[in-house]
């Protein structure tokens, strides 16, 4: 309980500014600036606010704690949404999903056979060399009372 932990603003520029650094797109995402790509989500109020919020509490806060998928409303990709009313608005999710099926429905290649038999054959080696590296009693919660109660466990 003592442990530092970050902020929302930290951890909503984590999510954007510097996860974007993280990738060879960072000039042109993750923060909202001339020159660079209009990437927004955007949810209604009273999603967050709903059925109450403190009027302390912060608009980041209330994103970062209260913010769920349901919530999203619209979201813009370089200013051009693909998501408008909670709905795909650029890809047919029928059709994908189709295309899938479709894919999902071929026979296995002879690479994925033997992929798949090669798995099969090194897996019990693979349990044998972790087995005894977890300490089941190492597992146990130190604080009985912040743990959820399992039945059989005191």
């Known amino acids: 309980m003592d442990d530092r932990v ?5 951890v909503l520029q984590m999510a954007t500014e510097y996860g974007a650094q993280t990738t060879g797109f960072a000039g042109l995402i993750g923060t909202l600036e001339p020159g660079k790509a209009a990437d927004l989500v955007l949810m209604p109020w009273h999603h967050l606010a709903y059925p109450y919020l403190d009027p302390a509490v ?9 913010g769920k998928v349901s919530g999203v409303e ?31 429905r071929q026979p296995l290649s002879l690479e994925e056979v033997h992929r798949q038999q090669l798995a099969r054959d090194v897996f019990p080696h693979v349990q044998r060399f972790y087995d005894g590296w ?6 146990e919660p ?8 399992y039945p059989g466990k005191s």
């Open 74 to 104: 619209t979201v813009l990709v370089a200013g051009t949404p693909v998501l408008r009313d909670g709905q795909i608005v650029r890809v047919s999710k029928a059709a994908v999903l189709a295309e899938l099926a479709s894919a999902l």
């Open 142 to 149: 130190f604080y009985r009372t912040s743990a959820r109660h």
């Open 58 to 66: 912060s608009v980041i806060d209330a994103v970062v704690h209260r």
């Open 6 to 10: 970050p902020t929302s603003a930290q």
């Open 134 to 139: 977890l300490d089941e009693q190492a597992r």
